[in-house]
């Protein structure tokens, strides 16, 4: 029987693999969260180099932000990693999830970062 670790990178992995099939080259909008922060970063995997990120640990967001780990913390990094993509030059991007659903602090910072300027 699977643990939950195995069961977490296959699905990371299929949502990878169907985010390939239709992404057309636009670079990643990756998500990453743990229970106290959320992480984000613009990555093109074309030329394997990350464009822009931003993170719940960046000076200007801890003194403004209660904790790091609820809605509005992820709002705040969804705003601050469009305005830091839109400053790369980067407006469309393909919006990796990885294996977490599109619910709560995710679907707060892709909300956030589609009214900052991103498509996806």
Same mark, same amino acid.
């Given at each position: 029987m699977a643990n939950t670790k195995e069961l977490f990178d296959r699905r990371r992995r299929r949502n990878r693999t169907q985010l390939r099939k239709v992404s057309s080259g636009r670079p990643r909008l990756s998500v990453h969260r743990t229970l !106290? !922060? =959320?992480y984000v970063q613009? =990555? *093109?995997d074309a030329a394997g180099k990350t464009l822009a990120s931003a993170s719940t640990l960046?000076? *200007?967001l801890r003194g403004s932000l209660k904790s %790091? %780990?609820?809605v509005d913390a992820a709002s705040a990094v969804g705003k601050l990693i469009a305005e830091r993509a839109i400053k790369a030059g980067v407006k469309e991007v393909a919006f *990796?999830? %990885?294996a977490y659903k599109y619910h709560g602090r995710v679907k707060a910072l892709a909300e956030a970062a589609r009214e900052g300027g991103l498509s996806f």
């Open positions: !106290q !922060q =959320i613009v =990555i *093109d960046e000076k *200007d %790091g %780990g609820n *990796d999830r %990885g």
